[in-house]
């Protein structure tokens, strides 16, 4: 598998195929018309490879940066950006990718316009319903991937405790360790 899904959304998990997006270098994930179908098929969207080009590689980046600047908006209180909307409108605007059911179960086929236009129209269903107040972004500094918090009393810190949580967990105990522990939140009284 070339990608990952911590999110189990394929909105939101499309947006951490920019790994690292604070960091001097982010890691591109979608850099190719290869990696794009491999991660619409991974993920669930389509069931064989759309067949991208280059271009289709250029609207999946911009409506993937219009989905986070639309979701970094959200979780900041802030008004949407006027461009970012046109673009995840646009690209919910063409048909989704099509399901049929065969003889040995279903099958999702789609062009990569009809695999965006999918991921464009979960991206709208979260941040225009319940699920928008659940979002948050990974508690990791070097993470920028979000997520939706549906842990008991919305504690969940991590988008993914197998890799954020364990990196976190292990590098507050090195710390404390050296007899460095790291700041904790102040505890109400």
């Not at 995840?88 to 065969?102: F, G, H, K, S, Y």
Request: charged share 25%.
């Amino acid at each position: 598998m070339e990608h990952a899904f911590p999110c189990g959304n394929p909105a939101l998990d499309f947006v951490g195929t920019l790994r690292a997006r604070r960091n001097a270098a982010p890691r591109e994930m979608l850099g190719s018309s290869a990696s794009l179908d491999a991660w619409f098929r991974e993920s669930g969207v389509t069931d064989t490879d759309p067949g991208s080009g280059p271009s289709d590689v250029v609207q999946a980046i911009a409506l993937r940066e219009a989905i986070y600047a639309l979701v970094a908006a959200r979780l900041t209180h802030e008004d949407y950006d006027d461009r970012a909307l046109a673009v995840l409108n646009n690209a919910a605007r063409q048909a989704p990718a099509v399901q049929r059911l065969t003889r040995i179960g279903r099958r999702i086929e789609a062009t990569a316009s009809q695999a965006l236009s999918t991921v464009a129209r979960v991206a709208i269903d979260i941040l225009s319903g319940p699920d928008a107040e659940l979002l948050k972004e990974c508690g990791r500094p070097e993470c920028t991937q979000v997520y939706l918090d549906r842990s008991r009393g919305f504690r969940r810190e991590w988008c993914a405790m197998e890799t954020c949580g364990n990196k976190m967990k292990a590098a507050a105990y090195r710390a404390r360790k050296r007899g460095n522990p790291p700041l904790e939140p102040a505890r109400k009284a």
